[in-house]
């Protein structure tokens, strides 16, 4: 059974940074990819980028280019998302996702963690 | 990036109703679409991949079509359970886009 289980609820001051990590069932991180997704409240969902620990390339969203970094620890199959310089807009859902396809097609997600920005 | 243009935003719709959700990508992507479907507080879930493949497990009273820039997502007999919202993406090229949702509510 694929299970992601993402870390708890965040509460961050505007300037400082997150990382939130994504503990993947074993296998998980010698075939597929991971992406981080993320849902404002009430909004829609954004794809922020993604790794893929197979090859260890990551692919990122122009808008969070230089302010995200996504990693994987292949020895604990867990990937974290690291966003710096937090703003209000950040405040969100995030969600990581097993991706088959490359980083687009999202078969199984996490739960989602709560980051709050204020 | 490429826009991802559903319709309508919201639905009204009853138990055994026919349920079609369209989405427009602002350039062609082929097949490249993905639906999911997300109740509220829950992760969203993949239903159909590549326009027209069923997820494993999902049933088949869901069914996706389309190609280049039009795409629709069908419900042929909309059940209790199927009262979320749905949302396209295309898988054509980064950032993979989202479509704005398609909330369907009970008449």
């Known amino acids: 059974q694929v299970q992601l289980v993402q870390s708890g609820t965040e509460v961050k001051k505007p300037g400082s940074s997150v990382k939130v990590s994504c503990k993947a069932s074993?296998?998980?991180?010698?075939?597929?990819?991971v992406s981080w997704v993320r849902q404002a409240p009430g909004q829609g969902l954004e794809w922020m980028g993604g790794?893929?620990?197979?090859?260890?390339?990551?692919e990122y969203a122009q808008k969070f280019q230089g302010r995200v970094t996504i990693t994987a620890d292949k020895s604990t199959s867990t990937a974290y998302m690291e966003l710096n310089s937090l703003r209000s807009e950040d405040t969100a859902v995030y969600y990581c996702?097993?991706?088959?396809?490359?980083?687009?097609?999202?078969?199984?997600w996490g739960q989602g963690t709560l980051v709050s920005v204020s | 990036d490429i826009q991802m243009t559903q319709s309508p935003s919201s639905l009204s719709a009853s138990m055994g109703d026919r349920v079609t959700i369209t989405c427009r990508a602002s350039?062609?992507?082929?097949?490249?679409v993905n639906w999911y479907q997300q109740e509220p507080g829950k992760a969203p879930k993949l239903l159909i991949f590549?326009?027209?493949n069923l997820q494993s497990g999902v049933p088949s009273r869901f069914s996706g079509s389309g190609s280049g820039t039009d795409f629709t997502l069908t419900i042929s007999s909309l059940q209790p359970e199927d009262f979320a919202t749905y949302y396209c993406?295309?898988?054509?090229?980064?950032?993979?886009?989202f479509g704005q949702g398609t909330k369907v509510e009970i008449k």
């Open positions: 993406q295309q898988s054509y090229v980064s950032p993979y886009t």
């Open positions: 074993a296998g998980t991180f010698n075939s597929y990819a």
């Open positions: 790794i893929n620990p197979v090859f260890d390339t990551t």
């Open positions: 350039q062609s992507i082929s097949d490249y």
């Open positions: 996702a097993r991706a088959k396809g490359r980083f687009s097609i999202l078969d199984h």
């Open positions: 590549v326009a027209s």
